[in-house]
């Protein structure tokens, strides 16, 4: 078992068992999760696209690796329209 595969699948049982959503991205592992980069079709793309599907997309692209370059791509994008 590969070193991301233990983590994806720690974090995932401890994503499950906890009870406030807060404790979970407080605690960084959500983010930490979306960083991985599995191969298409690996059984890890599986456990990551199953934890994801547990949050509204607001929250997953909030924490996701490229959210703050979307974010500044948006508002540079609106100065130019102004």
């Known amino acids: 078992m ?21 404790l979970r991205m407080l ?15 690996a059984q890890l793309g599986d456990m990551v696209r199953a934890i994801t599907e547990c949050y509204p ?9 490229t959210y703050s370059k979307q974010l500044l791509d948006q508002l540079d994008a609106q100065e130019l329209n102004q």
Do not use: F, H, W
Not at 27 to 41: D, F, V
Not at 57 to 65: C, G, L, M, T
């Open 2 to 22: 590969t070193k991301e595969r233990r983590a994806a699948t720690s974090c995932g049982r401890i994503l499950a068992n906890c009870v406030t959503t807060t």
């Open 57 to 65: 997309k607001e929250i997953i692209d909030y924490y996701s690796p």
């Open 27 to 41: 605690s960084g592992a959500l983010q930490k999760i979306l960083e991985l980069a599995p191969e298409p079709g």
